[in-house]
């Protein structure tokens, strides 16, 4: 099946540092893949969708300028938490959507927990 | 603006109990429907998808799901759920847009 692998799993900075989270499809190819954001016992907030290729679509109330996504290959997406603070500790989601398959399914990534200290 | 909800916050059944979870969505034209199981530390995973056909689907390990256009609902059922079915819920819609739209899950709690 589908794979999506993300790392590091987790990570902790230190205020005022940049993170970069990578999103990888491991077994299929993916033109769009999507960043999500979670936090503790509540629902995936989406952030931005990536295209391959071209310019990130972020959603309203997300700072284009602190998250910033490439997707430089239809196998990798990478998201960098720019001068991070405590409050941008939370969990972060990937998915991909299958360039082949004409589903809509997007297959997640594992996560990656970011605390900033 | 597209949007899900999922009325039941918390649930907590017994072993073999059935279980129905909640989910509208507010969107007029075509849509697709998933839901989305994540267990106690582990990534989220399809449990079942509707995009045309029989209203009635039909998932991994027990679930189905109706879809009631007229409701704009897409309610999770299984007749009899297991201790190893404890995780959290997700209902998700696709609309107009390339991205999922998730509800705000619902955490199930099953005691054996």
């Known amino acids: 099946g589908a794979v999506v692998s993300q790392h590091p799993s987790w990570v902790i900075c230190k205020s005022g540092t940049s993170v970069k989270i990578e999103c990888r499809s491991l077994?299929?190819?993916?033109?769009?893949m999507f960043w999500y954001r979670q936090f503790p016992k509540q629902s995936l907030m989406l952030m931005a969708t990536?295209?391959?290729?071209?310019?990130?679509?972020?959603e309203q109330g997300v700072e284009k300028d602190k998250f910033l996504i490439n997707h430089a290959s239809l196998t990798l997406s990478t998201l960098t938490v720019t001068s991070a603070h405590p409050e941008d500790s939370s969990f972060y989601i990937c998915?991909?959507?299958?360039?082949?398959?004409?589903?809509?399914?997007?297959?997640f990534g594992p996560g990656t927990r970011l605390t900033v200290t | 603006a597209q949007s899900v909800s999922q009325h039941n916050h918390h649930v907590i059944l017994s072993e073999a109990a059935s279980l129905e979870l909640g989910c509208n969505y507010s969107?007029?034209?075509?849509?697709?429907l998933f839901w989305y199981v994540q267990y106690p530390g582990q990534h989220l995973q399809l449990l079942l998808k509707?995009?045309?056909?029989?209203?009635l689907v039909k998932g991994i390990k027990g679930f189905e799901a109706e879809f009631i256009k007229s409701k704009f609902s897409f309610n999770l059922r299984k007749p009899s759920v297991q201790w190893s079915d404890t995780a959290e819920y997700f209902c998700?819609?696709?609309?107009?847009?390339?991205?999922?739209?998730f509800g705000k899950g619902t955490t199930l709690s099953v005691s054996s």
């Open positions: 077994d299929f190819q993916a033109t769009t």
């Open positions: 509707y995009f045309s056909g029989d209203p």
């Open positions: 990536s295209n391959e290729g071209s310019k990130a679509t972020y």
């Open positions: 969107y007029g034209g075509t849509v697709n």
């Open positions: 998915s991909a959507r299958d360039l082949v398959a004409s589903s809509y399914e997007q297959y």
């Open positions: 998700a819609v696709k609309g107009a847009g390339t991205a999922l739209i």
